[in-house]
């Protein structure tokens, strides 16, 4: 959407940078399913062994989330950031050449402290430096990212599946790494996106409001003047910015405890624990697995994967598009209401599929309509909401605590899907999803107040009123 007032080259460029973060965490997320199989055959894992394989990750993002808030407050949003970096960087090397599954563990936990941290920092930094009428817009570039980093995940999983039977390579490692234990290549290859995010952070600015908090009022005016076409935009927003800080000494913690902004954070929690447990990351976890339960072939269930992650890519970017205009509330309702279908539909599919005799086919589409669903509307409006729901000193941490409890939500369902999946059934599991949806829905129609349009300090008056 277009904004008179602001240099929207510049705003869009460091969205981009911060979103790269968004890269690594669909790409970190997404890559597991493809190695589940062959990591569990190689080191024997048993069920519960799965599980921890999958959710040792996010036992990280866990711990990154609890620190993101803290560090990103005390570092800075730039500086947390390239720590982030490292961290990927450190875990997709560490991942390739790792010795056993106890090193593969402490790497995936690595990796995960970074997707803890991102998730949290690079919404933030680019809801902090996007005007109020395109900032939807430009967060929404984040879980755009997100959704090309699981794109890209399944495309590469794929495709060194696709060439490990026939591929030959002059290096035993090569060999190693993308035939005999592909699984090596496919966490490995993350490498080359964590190099190009720990360069181009160094690029960017610090976020103004950051620096306003830390009382560096001289640079945050010179940020506003990059991000704001004029010297008046740039005032009016630099003097609406510090007068929402002034006046406020509390530490964070204790401005979280005023009644407004505890139900912030309650809500804000209470949305993002929900969210997990509508199915979305068992499907991208466990993918290709729910595939060949339902009777696809293993090349068959990969691509599917693939189909999976193209449509929430595509359907992410038309939410981007379209989340400054419809509103962030319409998209919730139009989109959870379609998952619950989906998901309903799902579950009749492995109930009753083998004595109707119908097609793995009739799965995939509500697969893919189900992705579609959630793509626009819970995935692409949560990190929306979160950078936005919270005033400007305590926003790290609030948004720590609402991470914390996404995270939380995440690792329960990455760890106890392969469970649910075999004591509950495929279509129990799936039922249990489409009634997880009903609160969230609930939540969103009766707590949760429309902030498209709105300014940060608009919004974070909104919720000191709610006493």
């Known amino acids: 959407m277009k904004d008179s007032t602001s240099n929207l080259g510049y705003v869009v460029f460091l969205s981009l940078v911060a979103a790269l973060g968004g890269i690594l965490f669909g790409y970190d997320t997404a890559v597991i399913s493809g190695t589940t199989a062959a990591v569990s055959s190689q080191f024997a894992l048993s069920e519960m062994s799965k599980g921890w394989y999958v959710g040792c990750a996010l036992v990280g993002s866990i711990a990154g989330v609890a620190v993101a808030g803290v560090l990103s407050d005390r570092l800075g949003r730039k500086r947390t950031l390239l720590l982030a970096a490292v961290l990927f960087t450190v875990s997709a090397i560490g991942c390739c050449v790792c010795r056993g599954f106890p090193d593969l563990v402490l790497y995936r936990i690595v990796g995960g402290i970074g997707i803890g941290i991102v998730s949290i920092v690079s919404p933030m930094y ?20 997100v959704t090309l980093g699981l794109l890209l995940a399944y495309l590469v999983n794929f495709v060194i599946l696709s060439r490990s039977g026939d591929a030959h390579f002059g290096s035993p490692f090569l060999q190693k790494v993308f035939s005999a234990q592909m699984w090596r290549g496919m966490l490995g290859s993350e490498s080359v996106v964590t190099v190009l995010f720990l360069v181009v952070v160094f690029f960017i600015p610090e976020s103004p409001r950051w620096l306003l908090v830390r009382g560096r009022d001289a640079e945050a ?26 006046g406020e000494v509390r530490s964070e913690w204790k401005v979280l405890r005023e009644p407004g902004i505890r139900k912030a954070v309650l809500y804000g929690s209470a949305i993002a624990i929900l969210g997990q447990f509508m199915g ?75 004595g109707l005799g119908l097609s793995p086919v009739f799965l ?104």
């Open 364 to 467: 995939l589409v509500f697969f893919l309509l189900y992705i579609f669903s959630q793509a626009i509307s819970i995935s692409a409006v949560v990190f929306v909401l979160l950078s936005e729901m919270y005033p400007n000193r305590a926003r790290g941490v609030a948004m720590s605590v609402a991470g914390f409890a996404l995270w939380v939500g995440t690792y329960l369902i990455g760890q106890f899907t392969p469970w649910c999946m075999s004591r509950l059934t495929p279509a129990g599991t799936f039922l249990f999803f489409a009634v997880m949806c009903l609160p969230y829905l609930w939540i969103m129609w009766k707590k949760i107040p429309e902030t498209t349009g709105r300014t940060l300090e608009e919004i974070e008056q909104y919720w000191r009123k709610q006493r």
């Open 126 to 145: 680019i809801s902090e430096i996007s005007p109020a009428r395109i900032r939807g817009t430009m967060v929404s570039l984040y879980q755009l990212a």
């Open 221 to 246: 005016h010179r940020v506003f003047r990059r991000l704001r076409k004029t010297d008046e935009g740039a005032l009016e927003e630099f003097s609406a910015t510090r007068a929402s800080i002034e």
């Open 280 to 354: 979305v990351n068992a499907v991208l976890y466990y993918g290709p697995d729910i595939f060949a339960d339902a009777g696809l072939a293993s090349r068959d269930s990969s691509f599917s994967t693939v189909l999976v992650g193209l449509v929430n890519m595509l359907t992410t970017v038309l939410a981007v598009f379209i989340i400054d205009r419809v509103g962030r509330k319409k998209l919730i309702y139009y989109g959870v209401s379609s998952m619950i279908v989906c998901l309903v539909l799902i579950a009749f599919y492995f109930a009753f599929a083998p």
